[in-house]
């Protein structure tokens, strides 16, 4: 991610998977206003993990109320002048909040329990993992140890048929 692609889709991305260790990077990417203390952001970063874990149609409800206040809280600046403030990249804010149902559809948790940035966007229908390389491993050796555990039972009776066979 380049940080002249910085969209407010990242910001949300970001300060719902934060960690309170790296709160100071996360001012620094997004230029968060100084006289936001972290305890609100991580304050914020709760809520809108809430959202993101909740149904679609309680996200559809409080996206947009959420959004704004996230937005308000950290930028200290009313809605409308957003754009013209020192953090170009929020110029898409109200592309965002115009598609916020449209992106709320998009907003999933990985499935990976031990994820350490479990929420993301999906870019596909089906999506069912963040799309780290860790997330992936953990995936791959669930598909291998549910595929042994099934044909571990097959190979146990076959086994146990030549076995008798052979007495
Ligand atoms: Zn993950």
Not at 79 to 85: A, H, K, P, T, W
Not at 131 to 155: F, M, N, P, T
Request: hydrophobic fraction near 35%; glycine fraction near 8%; proline fraction near 4%.
């Amino acid at each position: 991610m380049k940080t002249s692609s910085r969209t407010v889709m990242d910001y949300m991305q970001e300060l719902a998977n934060v960690d309170p260790r790296g709160i100071g990077r996360l001012r620094r990417r997004f230029q968060i206003a100084e006289g936001t203390p972290d305890e609100i952001l991580l304050e914020l970063a709760g809520l809108i993990r809430t959202i993101w874990g909740s149904p679609v149609e309680r996200r559809k409800q409080g996206i947009v109320k959420i959004l704004t206040l996230i937005l308000k809280m950290t930028f200290t600046t009313p809605i409308g002048d957003l754009q013209n403030e020192g953090a170009p990249w929020l110029a898409n804010t109200f592309e965002v909040l115009l598609d916020s149902v449209k992106l709320v559809e998009k907003m999933a948790v990985c499935e990976n329990p031990e994820c350490a940035t479990p929420y993301y966007f999906s870019k596909r229908n089906g999506q069912k993992l963040c799309g780290s390389d860790v997330c992936v491993g953990w995936a791959q050796r669930q598909a291998k140890a549910k595929w042994w555990a099934s044909h571990g039972i097959e190979w146990r009776h076959e086994r146990a048929k030549q076995k008798g066979g052979k007495k």
